[in-house]
C-alpha cells in the first residue's frame, strides 16, 4: 500500500513520459529505418610528401562520409642518419600546420594542427582512448634502432573536421554527400621537418642528417552507404526546392593568437576575430614562442570578461576541475619534454600537455546519432578581453622568464550545413 501511494504521488508531481523499463517494446526501442553498410575501403595517397608542402585530396559524392585518418611514415634511417636530431611525442600533430575543407561548393575553411589535436583529445570518452590517440600521433624517437624500426617511424592521427568526431558514444552522423554534385575537398599542409624535430647534437644544427620528406602518407575514409538506394533522400524529394539541416555538434573556428612578453603578474589581452553567430565554449592553450611541440602552460588563473562582465574566472590553478563539471575527461593529456641539448643523447622529461575550456553555453552530449542544438553567447561585436596569470615554468620545466608567451584560442560555434541545389553552406 505504502508503495502504491508513494507511486501515486510520484507520477502526480513528476511530468514525463511512460516508459517500460522491465520488457522491451515500442516506448522503449528505436528501429533502423534505412540499413546501412560501412567500410572504409578508400585510400588516397599524398602526392606532396615533402616539409611544407599542401595536398589537396577529392572526396566524390557517394553517400556517407565520416572518420578520416592520416597515416605516415618517416624514411627509416641510416639515410637520412637522424644524427643529433629527435623526434618528440605526437609528432606527427605537430607536423600539420593547417587542414581546409570545402564541402561541395561550401566556404572554404581552415583548422590548424594543434586545434585540431585539442578537439579530437575533447571528444574522447575517457582518459585512455585518449592518452592513445596522442601517442599513436608519433611516440619519442631518441635512437639511432628507433628511426631504423618501420613500426616507431609510423604515425597516425584522426583528421578531425567540423561534421566528424572520433567519439563512439556521440558519434555524429556520416556527412551526407549524396546531396552534392560537387566533391568535399580536404587540404593537408605540413610544417617543415625542422619546426617539429629537436636539435640536441653539438654546434649548430646539421640539416643534412634530418628528413626533408616523408617515405609514404596516405588519407584513409570511412563511408556510409545505404543499402537500399531508394531510400536515398535526393530520391525521394526533389532537393532543388528543398533544404536538409545538418547540425553540428560544433565549429571551430580557425585559431586565433597573439603573443605577449611574460609577466608573473596578471596579464590582459583582448580576444578577436569572432565571426556574427553562437560562441559554445572557447578552448585556449599557452605555449612559449619557439617551444617544443606542446609543451605547454598550465596557467595559475584565467579570468573572461565580455564587455566587462565577468563570465569564467579560474583561481589558484583550478580549470582542470571545472572543466571536469562539464566534460567527461581532464583538459590535459600526459606528455613528455625532449632534453639534452648539445650532448648528442636526447632525454625525456615527463610533462603534461594542458588547455583551458571556457563555456558560454550549456554543455549537452547526446547519445550516437542523435542532435541537439545548445546555444552560447552572441560575440560578434563585444569586447572580450583575458587575464591571464602564469607560473615561471611550462609544465616540462623550461623557464618562461625573459621569453615570449603564445595565446592560442579556438572558438567553438554553434553551427549549421544546409544542403539543397547540389551543394552545401554552413549557417552561424
Not at 627509416?76 to 644524427?83: F, K
Not at 644544427?205 to 538506394?229: E, G
Not at 590535459?332 to 648528442?344: C, F, H, L, R, Y
Request: proline share 6%.
Amino acid at each position: 500500500m505504502n508503495a502504491e501511494i508513494s507511486e501515486s504521488i510520484q507520477h502526480a508531481i513528476s511530468p514525463g513520459e511512460c516508459k517500460d523499463l522491465y520488457y522491451p517494446g515500442r516506448e522503449n526501442s528505436e528501429l533502423q529505418c534505412f540499413p546501412t553498410v560501412v567500410n572504409n575501403r578508400f585510400y588516397a595517397s599524398l602526392p606532396a610528401l615533402t616539409g611544407g608542402a599542401t595536398n589537396t585530396l577529392i572526396f566524390n559524392p557517394d553517400q556517407g562520409l565520416s572518420d578520416m585518418v592520416l597515416t605516415v611514415s618517416l624514411p627509416a634511417g641510416p639515410n637520412p642518419s637522424y644524427a643529433g636530431w629527435v623526434f618528440p611525442k605526437g609528432w606527427l600533430s605537430a607536423m600539420i600546420f593547417q587542414v581546409g575543407l570545402r564541402i561541395g561548393g561550401s566556404s572554404l575553411y581552415y583548422f590548424t594542427g594543434d586545434q585540431m589535436l585539442v578537439d579530437t583529445l575533447t571528444d574522447c570518452e575517457d582518459e585512455g582512448k585518449k592518452q592513445a590517440v596522442f601517442s599513436l600521433a608519433g611516440g619519442e624517437l631518441l635512437t639511432a634502432p628507433q628511426f631504423a624500426d618501420p613500426v616507431q617511424t609510423t604515425a597516425s592521427v584522426y583528421i578531425k573536421l567540423p561534421y566528424n568526431t572520433i567519439s563512439a558514444l556521440q558519434k555524429s552522423l556520416p556527412l551526407p554527400t549524396d546531396l552534392l554534385t560537387q566533391p568535399v575537398q580536404v587540404l593537408i599542409q605540413f610544417k617543415q621537418f625542422a619546426d617539429v624535430a629537436q636539435w640536441v647534437g653539438a654546434g649548430a644544427p646539421d640539416y643534412s642528417t634530418l628528413c626533408t620528406a616523408f617515405a609514404s602518407a596516405q588519407v584513409n575514409y570511412k563511408q556510409t552507404t545505404v543499402q537500399n538506394s531508394e531510400h536515398l533522400l535526393a530520391r525521394r524529394t526533389d532537393m532543388n526546392v528543398r533544404a536538409l539541416a545538418y547540425p553540428l555538434r560544433y565549429f571551430s573556428q580557425t585559431t586565433f593568437r597573439t603573443q605577449y612578453p611574460y609577466s608573473p603578474d596578471s596579464t590582459s589581452i583582448n580576444l578577436t576575430g569572432f565571426r556574427q553567430g553562437s560562441v559554445k565554449y572557447i578552448n585556449a592553450w599557452f605555449s612559449l614562442v619557439g617551444g617544443q611541440p606542446f609543451d605547454w602552460i598550465a596557467p595559475v588563473s584565467v579570468q573572461v570578461l565580455i564587455n566587462g562582465l565577468v563570465y569564467y574566472d579560474s583561481r589558484q590553478s583550478n580549470s582542470q576541475i571545472w572543466n571536469l563539471c562539464d566534460r567527461k575527461t581532464t583538459a590535459q593529456v600526459d606528455n613528455t619534454i625532449v632534453g639534452g641539448q648539445g650532448t648528442g643523447a636526447g632525454t625525456l622529461t615527463p610533462s603534461t600537455t594542458c588547455w583551458t575550456v571556457i563555456p558560454f553555453g550549456q554543455d549537452s552530449e547526446p547519445m550516437a546519432y542523435c542532435n541537439e542544438v545548445v546555444l552560447g553567447a552572441p560575440i560578434s561585436n563585444s569586447v572580450v578581453n583575458m587575464y591571464i596569470t602564469l607560473p615561471s615554468t611550462t609544465s616540462g620545466g623550461v623557464s618562461l622568464v625573459g621569453r615570449t608567451v603564445q595565446v592560442s584560442a579556438s572558438y567553438s560555434y554553434a553551427a549549421t550545413l544546409m544542403f539543397s541545389k547540389g551543394t552545401a553552406e554552413y549557417v552561424f
